[in-house]
């Protein structure tokens, strides 16, 4: 006993000039991460945000009516932006000297849920219709309650998505890729925001383009399993933002809390 009570005196003593005493706690994490109401905390992945901002020519009128909007909350899984440089090895005064020749974007990727809607699958087709004008689709592939496209005409002979015949008098026969008719892109910008502690930070790719896309694939082994699209972007820039989310007068992030968003309070009180 006597032993015991003198080890604890010892340590009582000890911890005058050492504050954490014998049997101090590692507070090196709680510090980093814990302090400023988690402010160096790790971001989580699942708080994001994807905005497309698509050319009204390339959509049907009920696409773009109904259905433009919910194609933000059918994104499953994207990548952010990737960089990487041409460099050069350049020997200056007997001594090595990188340089930077060349800035790339390299491409990203976007995994979307393939809705029993079908807005995933009419995203596509209109994107197809939209630089591949002599792909004929029938019109329900496109407009998910069976109206016409965005001008589209009945008939023999290829036209475009906005429904303008090719002629000689419309730039020749000229069609799909080897056309000059598209001169704006389909996507004019997509967005992605990653969200904490009522702020966001953003990337925004600049005129994108679709380099492949994958609808996926089926199985009758995988009962529970669900199909899902995959497209892989390029882009030609990225511009950066941040700024505080407000879903009242929200500026940023676009449609953020507005669609298919529950706004009903619940407070963990007695009274509900």
């Given at each position: 006993m006597?032993?015991?009570f003198t080890r604890f005196?010892?340590?009582?003593?000890?911890?005058?000039?050492?504050p954490k005493g014998n049997l101090g706690d590692a507070?090196?994490?709680s510090r980093t991460f814990v302090d400023g109401a988690f402010s160096r905390a790790p971001r989580t992945k699942f708080l994001f945000h994807v905005h497309f901002d698509i050319n009204p020519r390339g959509l049907s009128s009920d696409f773009r009516s109904h259905h433009s909007?919910?194609?933000?909350?059918l994104v499953k899984t994207s990548t952010l932006p990737r960089f990487s440089f041409d460099t050069d090895m350049k020997n200056q005064y007997n001594r090595k000297k990188l340089i930077y020749k060349n800035i790339n974007y390299d491409p990203i990727q976007v995994t979307f849920h393939d809705d029993n809607t079908g807005i995933i699958n009419a995203l596509w087709a209109q994107y197809f219709l939209y630089y591949s004008p002599e792909r004929e689709q029938v019109p329900g592939a496109w407009d998910i309650l069976g109206g016409s496209a965005t001008g589209r005409q009945s008939g023999a002979g290829p036209y475009n998505g906005g429904g303008v015949v090719y002629s000689a008098e419309s730039g020749g026969y000229r069609y799909g890729l080897d056309s000059d008719r598209v001169q704006d892109p389909f996507f004019r910008s997509i967005t992605i925001y990653t969200m904490s502690k009522k702020r966001f930070h953003s990337y925004k790719l600049i005129n994108p383009h679709i380099r492949t896309w994958d609808h996926g694939d089926v199985s009758?082994?995988?009962?529970g399993g669900t199909v899902q699209a995959t497209m892989n972007l390029g882009y030609e820039s990225v511009i950066y933002g941040a700024g505080r989310i407000d879903t009242n007068n929200a500026e940023e992030p676009i449609n953020f809390g507005n669609l298919h968003y529950d706004k009903v309070p619940s407070p963990l009180s007695v009274l509900g």
């Open positions: 006597a032993d015991k005196l010892s340590g009582v003593g000890t911890g005058l000039l050492n507070r090196h994490a909007s919910s194609i933000s909350v009758y082994a995988e009962s």
